[in-house]
């Protein structure tokens, strides 16, 4: 069974289409890995474990950096939790609270 991406939400689809054009096809590049090879075949510099639950996928484009910020679900689910503009050199606390808060949201 391969693993298949989704977004927890369409408000976090949003935070995707609202990225520019480059970093939403970095974006469809790893998930085309995660489904074709594994989510466990795919490796730094696409993916970064951040906490417990929350990997990051790292996008960046000429147009800036972004993260998509990402758990684990039953039945191979990767589901995409938040999606944001990354402007400093660690990932913002606002951000990693509101990808905490809504992965308790995934099953």
Known sequence: MSWVVT???????DE???QPADIR????RIRSLFETY???QVRAPHVKHLEGRL????????DGIARAIYVT????RVV?????AKKTQK??????????RRAGEVE
């Open 25 to 28: 096809a970095r974006f469809q």
């Open 55 to 62: 990997w990051e996928m790292r996008m960046i484009g000429r």
């Open 91 to 100: 990932t913002p606390r606002s951000a990693m609270a509101l990808a905490r």
């Open 7 to 13: 977004f927890l939400s369409q408000a976090v689809a």
């Open 16 to 18: 995707l289409t609202s």
């Open 38 to 40: 594994g989510l466990e």
């Open 73 to 76: 679900a039953s039945g191979q």
């Open 80 to 84: 995409i939790v938040h999606v944001f």
